[in-house]
């Protein structure tokens, strides 16, 4: 499993973190790699490094785009819990890419995303289960549906404040 967001409260990682107790013990060749930065990084390593299982929790710091890419694609899940989040620009990534996603339901998230309740441990195992008995399927050729990527360029636009990218070139 992966996560990628800025290691800050609202991101409830520590839930994702003792979480992975229940996860082993019903997946125990499941791992979960968290990758940013931020105010909470040391904090995070304390409590990773109290868990018997730390060997299964990876935190990695900042990564370089490409490389995230690469990983959300290889990743069997993406997970976005938050206690306040908008809309993200990673979701968006593993959608297109084809990698599952289970976030935390803030009414504003994208098709096929699988949602949880707010701060619920039991709802983030039982997803992660659900979507580890149905495998990882394999990567499609789809054409035509780049409706993900056409809004993680939105707002990359929004940000760089550009115009340059229209949407008729997709």
């Known amino acids: 499993m992966l996560t990628v967001c800025l290691l800050e409260d609202t991101y409830d990682l ?12 019903r997946l125990p060749n499941a791992g ?6 931020g105010s909470l990084e040391e ?3 304390t409590a990773i490094a109290g868990k018997p299982y730390k ?3 990876s935190l990695t710091g900042d990564v370089a785009h490409p490389i995230t890419l690469h990983l959300i694609n290889k990743a ?5 819990t938050t206690l306040f989040d908008g809309d993200a620009i990673a979701v968006r990534e593993a959608l297109f890419l ?3 996603v289970i976030a935390t339901d803030n009414g504003m998230r994208p098709a096929g995303v699988h949602l949880i309740p707010t ?5 983030l195992i039982e997803k992660i289960e659900l979507l580890a008995k149905r495998g990882k399927k394999a990567k499609t050729d789809k054409p035509d549906d780049r409706s993900n990527i056409v ?3 939105k707002v990359y636009n929004e940000i760089l404040d550009v115009n340059y990218i229209d949407k008729q070139m997709f």
């Not at 701060?119 to 709802?123: G, Q």
Request: without cysteine; negative net charge.
């Open 32 to 37: 979960l790699m968290i990758i940013g930065s």
């Open 98 to 100: 084809e990698t599952p």
């Open 151 to 153: 809004e993680v360029l």
């Open 55 to 57: 060997n299964r929790v």
């Open 14 to 25: 520590f839930m994702q973190i003792d979480a992975m107790e229940k996860v082993l013990e």
């Open 76 to 80: 069997d899940v993406l997970l976005r």
């Open 119 to 123: 701060h619920d441990a039991k709802s």
């Open 43 to 45: 904090k995070l390593k």
